[in-house]
Nanobody
C-alpha cells in the first residue's frame, strides 16, 4: 500500500506560478511511476503529467505542455509539479497518483492521494 499526500495548492493570479509536491509513504518509492491528474467542478478527471520510475522520461497532457514540469526525487520519496503561466482554466483539484508505468498512467494507476486545490484568478 502506498499513501500519497499532496501539498502546495492555493490561490494564484493568472500568469503566475505554483509548485505542488506529493510525499509517498513507501520506502520502495523508486519502484513506482508517478503522475498528476486534476479535476475541475463538473468536469472529467484530466491527465496532467507522468514520470517514469527513474525520472528519466516524462509525459504531459496537451493542455499543460510547455507550462508544467514534473520531477521525481527517489531519495526523498517525493514528486513535484512545477506549474507556470497559469490560466483560470487550470483551476482544479490536483491529485498525485502512483502506478506501474508512466506511459500508461493516463489510463490506469494503482494509488491516488486526496488532492490539493489550485485556484487561478483572472
Amino acid at each position: 500500500q502506498v499513501q500519497l499526500v499532496e501539498s502546495g495548492g492555493g490561490l494564484v493570479q493568472a500568469g503566475g506560478s505554483l509548485r505542488l509536491s506529493c510525499a509517498a509513504s513507501r520506502r520502495t518509492f523508486s519502484d513506482y511511476a508517478m503522475g498528476w491528474f486534476r479535476q475541475a467542478p463538473g468536469k472529467e478527471h484530466e491527465f496532467v503529467a507522468a514520470i517514469t520510475r527513474t525520472g528519466g522520461r516524462t509525459y504531459y497532457g496537451d493542455s499543460v505542455k510547455g507550462r508544467f514540469t514534473i520531477s521525481k526525487d527517489n531519495a526523498k520519496n517525493t514528486v513535484a509539479l512545477q506549474m507556470s503561466s497559469l490560466k483560470p482554466e487550470d483551476t482544479a483539484l490536483y491529485y498525485c497518483v502512483a502506478g506501474s508505468g508512466a506511459a500508461t498512467m493516463k489510463y490506469t494507476y494503482d494509488y491516488r492521494g486526496q488532492g490539493t486545490q489550485v485556484t487561478v484568478s483572472s
